[in-house]
C-alpha cells in the first residue's frame, strides 16, 4: 500500500483510496467503531478490515465562462467544477484526535464528543493518553470532492472616447475590480476542509499538507493608453 492509502488492483484505478469502513460511535461506551472482516463492527483499529473506498481522481471537470459588455461596462466570469473522487481532509483528521495526541488544537467539533448525557454522536468519547487510534486513516474522513467553485470576476468600466478628447494626451481608458477565488461550494457538506482542494495533490491525500491555499484576493486598477 502506497504512503497516500492507495493500493493497485486489477480492475480499479490506480488512485483507488484502500482504507478502512468508519462504522461510528459505539452509543453504549463513546468508542470508534470501524467495518471488520466478515461483518460485524469492531472497537480495535487493527482488527479493521481494508477496502476499496473510490478513486481520488475525478470523472470529469470542466469550466463555465461569459462576458457580457453594455455602454463601455465589461462584466466577465469563470466557474470552475469537479464532478466525482474522493479527497481525505488529513488536516480535519490530525485536529479531531480524541485525545490520541493530547496538547494539540481541537476543532470546533471535538465539543461533540461522545458522554454519558450525549449518546448519540459521531465524535469518539475524548480523554487524554487516548490509544484507539479513532483519527487514524479512514473513511471517517474520506469526501466526495464533487464541487462548484466560483473561480473569477472581473468588472471594469471603460470611459467614454469624448471625455479622453477633451483630455487630449490619453486616448482611452478602464477601470477595473478582479475577485480571484471568490467560494466554493461542495456537494458533500460533512467536508469541512479548505475550498482549495488541490493542496492535497492529485492523489487526495496528504498526510501533512503544507501547500498554502489559495486566497481570495481583490485587485482595483487603471488602464490608460496613451
Given at each position: 500500500?502506497?504512503?497516500?492509502?492507495?493500493?493497485?488492483?486489477?480492475?480499479?484505478?490506480?488512485?483507488?483510496?484502500?482504507?478502512?469502513?468508519?462504522?461510528?460511535?459505539?452509543?453504549?461506551?463513546?468508542?470508534?467503531?470501524?467495518?471488520?472482516?466478515?461483518?460485524?463492527?469492531?472497537?480495535?483499529?487493527?482488527?479493521?478490515?481494508?477496502?476499496?473506498?473510490?478513486?481520488?481522481?475525478?470523472?470529469?471537470?470542466?469550466?463555465?465562462?461569459?462576458?457580457?459588455?453594455?455602454?463601455?461596462?465589461?462584466?466577465?466570469?469563470m466557474?470552475?467544477?469537479?464532478?466525482?473522487?474522493?479527497?481525505?481532509?488529513?488536516?480535519?483528521?490530525?485536529?479531531?484526535?480524541?485525545?490520541?495526541?493530547?496538547?494539540?488544537?481541537?476543532?470546533?467539533?471535538?465539543?461533540?464528543?461522545w458522554?454519558?448525557?450525549?449518546?448519540?454522536?459521531?465524535?469518539?468519547?475524548?480523554?487524554?493518553?487516548?490509544?484507539?487510534?479513532s483519527?487514524?486513516?479512514?473513511?471517517?474522513?474520506?469526501?466526495?470532492?464533487?464541487?462548484?467553485?466560483?473561480?473569477?470576476?472581473?468588472?471594469?468600466?471603460?470611459?467614454?472616447?469624448?471625455?479622453?478628447?477633451?483630455?487630449?494626451?490619453?486616448?482611452?481608458?478602464?477601470?477595473?475590480?478582479?475577485?480571484?477565488?471568490?467560494?466554493?461550494?461542495?456537494?458533500?457538506?460533512?467536508?469541512?476542509?479548505?475550498?482549495?482542494?488541490?493542496?492535497?495533490?492529485?492523489?487526495?491525500?496528504?498526510?501533512?499538507?503544507?501547500?498554502?491555499?489559495?486566497?481570495?484576493?481583490?485587485?482595483?486598477?487603471?488602464?490608460?493608453?496613451?
Amino acid at each position: 500500500m502506497s504512503d497516500t492509502k492507495k493500493i493497485w488492483k486489477v480492475g480499479h484505478s490506480q488512485y483507488e483510496f484502500y482504507m478502512p469502513t468508519w462504522a461510528g460511535v459505539d452509543p453504549a461506551n463513546g468508542d470508534p467503531l470501524w467495518k471488520k472482516e466478515g461483518g460485524g463492527t469492531t472497537n480495535n483499529y487493527s482488527e479493521a478490515v481494508y477496502e476499496m473506498q473510490g478513486r481520488a481522481t475525478p470523472w470529469g471537470f470542466g469550466a463555465l465562462t461569459n462576458n457580457l459588455s453594455w455602454k463601455g461596462l465589461n462584466l466577465s466570469f469563470m466557474f470552475y467544477y469537479n464532478l466525482g473522487g474522493k479527497v481525505y481532509d488529513s488536516l480535519y483528521s490530525d485536529i479531531m484526535h480524541d485525545g490520541n495526541d493530547p496538547g494539540k488544537n481541537l476543532h470546533v467539533d471535538a465539543l461533540r464528543a461522545w458522554t454519558p448525557s450525549n449518546t448519540q454522536t459521531d465524535v469518539p468519547k475524548y480523554y487524554n493518553t487516548n490509544d484507539n487510534q479513532s483519527n487514524s486513516p479512514s473513511t471517517r474522513f474520506l469526501y466526495d470532492a464533487t464541487y462548484l467553485k466560483f473561480k473569477n470576476v472581473n468588472l471594469s468600466y471603460s470611459l467614454p472616447r469624448s471625455w479622453m478628447q477633451k483630455i487630449g494626451a490619453i486616448s482611452g481608458a478602464r477601470v477595473y475590480v478582479n475577485v480571484d477565488n471568490i467560494f466554493t461550494t461542495f456537494k458533500d457538506k460533512g467536508y469541512k476542509g479548505f475550498d482549495d482542494i488541490d493542496i492535497f495533490g492529485i492523489g487526495g491525500y496528504e498526510q501533512y499538507a503544507y501547500y498554502i491555499p489559495l486566497s481570495r484576493t481583490w485587485t482595483f486598477g487603471v488602464n490608460l493608453t496613451f
